[in-house]
């Protein structure tokens, strides 16, 4: 019904023949609604073609719609066309409110491709950006696994130690705990964990240094390495 309704505003708003800036907006706003709409629905391609409108018509919203068609050809496995058009975004719109999201994508589709250099530019943007991005700490623990990946288990610790530093939620803390337990069971640096255990956990149980020493354990047990 709303993007029948949004379609309905889009057809009355384009009658006219001079319309003020104030119409110009309206329809503007009516024309990215109504590809939303579409989108949300599945009609991706008719959604496709709305957010092109509103970029040839260099209006208002054109930095969203050019995220969105990135989404749309993500989709679509058109993995060059969602690059090409993130990169565009980038470029076009650096003050954006979407450009966070936008290098955060960016990363993403590089490390599906397999492309972790380019990757590891696209969540650097993220991590060392001059404001605090909304996107630091999944950027931060993307970066600790590339690193990991690249054989640099220091570089790594770095990132994983600085995501635990910059609140994390529950969920980006407990990746970070499990990354860092399996370097330093790996290097043999068990207590640097408990330390770190004890330092950042939120509830006076899983603070307890033996709580530590059990997942050391655990992850011992599970490597079969037995003393």
């Known amino acids: 019904k709303a993007a029948e309704h ?3 505003a889009v057809n009355a708003l384009k009658k006219y023949r001079n319309p003020s800036d104030q119409l110009k907006s309206v329809l503007s706003d009516a ?7 579409l989108f949300a629905t599945g009609k991706s391609q008719e959604a496709l073609r709305l957010y092109k409108e509103t970029i040839s018509k260099k209006s208002g919203g054109s930095d969203y719609a050019m995220f969105q068609i990135a ?3 993500g989709l679509n496995r058109d993995v060059t066309g969602k690059i090409g058009m993130l990169q565009d975004l980038i470029d076009g719109y650096p003050s954006s409110i979407f450009i966070d999201d936008a290098w955060y994508e960016l990363g993403n589709t590089y490390m599906t491709a397999g492309n972790q250099n380019k990757a590891l530019e696209a969540y650097t943007e993220l991590a060392n950006g001059s404001r605090k991005s909304d996107y630091l700490v999944r950027a931060l623990l993307q970066l600790g696994l ?5 054989g640099s288990n220091k570089t790594a610790e770095e990132y994983y130690l600085r995501a635990l530093k910059s609140n994390p939620t529950p969920e980006e803390k407990s990746i970070a705990f499990e990354a860092l337990l399996a370097i330093y069971t790996n290097e043999n640096e068990m207590d640097k964990y408990v330390k770190l255990k004890s330092q950042y956990s939120d509830d006076a149980d899983s603070g307890n240094p033996e709580e530590g020493y059990y997942s050391i354990a655990e992850a011992h047990l599970n490597n079969c390495k037995f003393d």
């Open 71 to 73: 989404l749309i050809q």
């Open 6 to 8: 949004f379609s309905e």
């Open 31 to 37: 024309i990215l609604r109504s590809a939303d709409c």
């Open 146 to 150: 590339i690193s990991e990946n690249k």
